[in-house]
């Protein structure tokens, strides 16, 4: 299983980025799948999950500015507006994935992409 994340990139504050995360491989179900981030010299935190109707959750800092979304089983993407210096951090994505039938569900990782936000 791989989880492909993409998008980050160097932003000016106030601007937007599109990240967006592909799981592919030996997948029978994908529940959740939800991105969060680290920034240096801080522990990882949550920026949203999404289930797989729909329904999102958000760290209190992307309400109301980042928009989470899935568009199929296996994709998700994180909008996000009215970037700052304080979302500069690496973006994981992470997906909860069952490989086979009686198998036990488990979190996979994505490797990561950069999102910089200058003042």
């Known amino acids: 299983v791989q989880l492909q994340a993409s998008g980050g990139g160097l932003v000016q504050a106030g601007g937007s980025l599109r990240l967006s995360c592909a799981a592919s491989g030996s997948i029978l179900d994908i529940s959740d799948m939800g991105w969060y981030r680290q920034a240096p010299g801080k522990q990882r935190e949550l920026v949203a999950t999404?289930?797989?109707?729909?329904?999102a959750n958000y760290g209190d800092f992307a309400k109301g500015r980042f928009t989470i979304s899935r568009d199929n089983a296996n994709t998700v993407y994180l909008q996000m507006n009215s970037l700052k210096p304080e979302d500069t951090a690496v973006y994981y994505c992470k997906g909860v994935i069952v490989r086979a039938l009686y198998a036990a569900w488990e979190d996979y990782w994505g490797q990561g992409t950069l999102v910089t936000v200058s003042s």
């Open positions: 999404i289930d797989r109707i729909g329904s």
